[in-house]
């Protein structure tokens, strides 16, 4: 007989860290997301907001959905040497990126521990495995599964791991035994608002709730036009996603550890990249450096965007103007804009 204490056995022995199982329906915090959608803290990640009901309910997504296997990978390495991580000539990418897109890890483990339940249940089982691509509130079912408790930087947080977590899920049209439910019994961020308090551009309005709109990671990744001139300067020298809040979270600190699967490493030139070296690179060359990364999302005139804004806050003008100064005739305007931007701003300087 195919138990919940199988199907998590299994899924530790295929490489994720902790895994728990939830009952399907309708998702607790539904509201609270309609309410976010409401306020348009989505910015224009318009697929958010697309049929937000069946985002709201994973039986809208499975049919008979009656349980969702919930998984957490690590993906803590170490943390990058303070003289490196502040250098201003140095770009700062999110650990979560610091090599091998965790997509392509994760999602043939979950669809190989799916085709396992399929198996062992005897009979043919409706189910669909996501890592972060479907319509699914995945931290508030890693919730539910027990995993941890949500922080008030809006990230699921394991009383083991911290929140450097990958999550991803499988629904299923099959009855498992679900596990106690996280929240506070797992932990609480209490009275603490460190993570609030660190981020530089002020994108939480409220604990628990994220305005995407001022957020570094969408405006680094997902924002595909120029970043408004006013949160330039805020920054820094972030190229790639932003960990600020995570990097102030007492949880963080304590607990974080590398996992099972160690497909990501810290190598001084991918994790915090010369910012010079990083403009000299055209389609080919970005092409090439990022391969099979998360980085190509930003595509070359997006993270090159990124760079100019870096180089213009990094107050070395000795360096950064005669590099910027390059790239004016660039055949994207968007790296034109934010170079000429950044050029004025050393120069002001």
Not at 6 to 31: I, M, Q, S, T
Not at 122 to 129: D, E, F, H, I, L
Not at 273 to 281: K, T
């Amino acid at each position: 007989m195919l138990t919940a204490e199988k199907v998590k056995a299994r899924a530790l022995e295929l490489g994720f860290d902790v895994v728990g199982v939830a009952r399907a329906g309708r998702a607790p915090g539904a509201e609270a997301f309609l309410n976010w959608l409401e306020k348009g803290y989505y910015a224009d990640m318009a697929w958010i907001a697309k049929n937000p009901e069946r985002r709201s309910d994973i039986r809208n997504v499975v049919e008979g959905a009656r349980s969702v296997v919930s998984v957490g990978l690590s993906y803590f390495v170490t943390d990058p040497p303070t003289d490196v991580w502040n250098d201003p000539l140095r770009g700062r990418i999110a650990r979560y990126a610091w090599g091998r897109d965790y997509h392509d890890d994760m999602t043939p483990r979950l669809r190989e521990l799916a085709a396992w339940i399929e198996s062992e249940s005897g009979r043919p089982v409706s189910n669909r495995a996501y890592v972060d691509t479907g319509p699914v509130l995945e931290g508030e079912w890693a919730v539910q599964a027990g995993l941890g408790f949500q922080g008030k930087h809006t990230l699921m947080i394991s009383p083991e791991w911290g929140s450097y977590l990958f999550l991803g899920e499988i629904l299923l049209d099959l009855e498992l035994e679900p596990d106690p439910v996280g929240g506070e019994s797992r932990g609480t961020c209490g009275s603490c608002r460190r993570c609030q308090d660190a981020c530089p551009t002020h994108a939480f309005p409220a604990p628990y709730i994220l305005d995407s709109r001022l957020c570094i990671s969408y405006l680094t990744i997902e924002h595909r036009g120029a970043i408004p001139e006013a949160l330039r300067t805020k920054m820094r020298n972030w190229i790639y996603g932003c960990d600020e809040c995570q990097m102030a979270c007492p949880w963080v600190k304590q607990f974080s550890k590398p996992g099972n699967m160690r497909f990501l490493k810290y190598d001084v030139n991918w994790a915090a990249p010369s910012l010079v070296e990083l403009l000299q690179l055209d389609d080919q060359a970005f092409r090439d450096r990022f391969r099979k990364s998360p980085i190509p999302r930003t595509k070359r005139r997006g993270f090159l965007r990124n760079v100019c804004i870096a180089l213009g806050n990094s107050r070395q003008p000795d360096v950064a103007i005669p590099a910027l100064e390059k790239v004016l005739t660039d055949p994207e305007p968007l790296i034109r804009e934010h170079a000429e931007w950044a050029i004025q701003r050393l120069r002001a300087e």
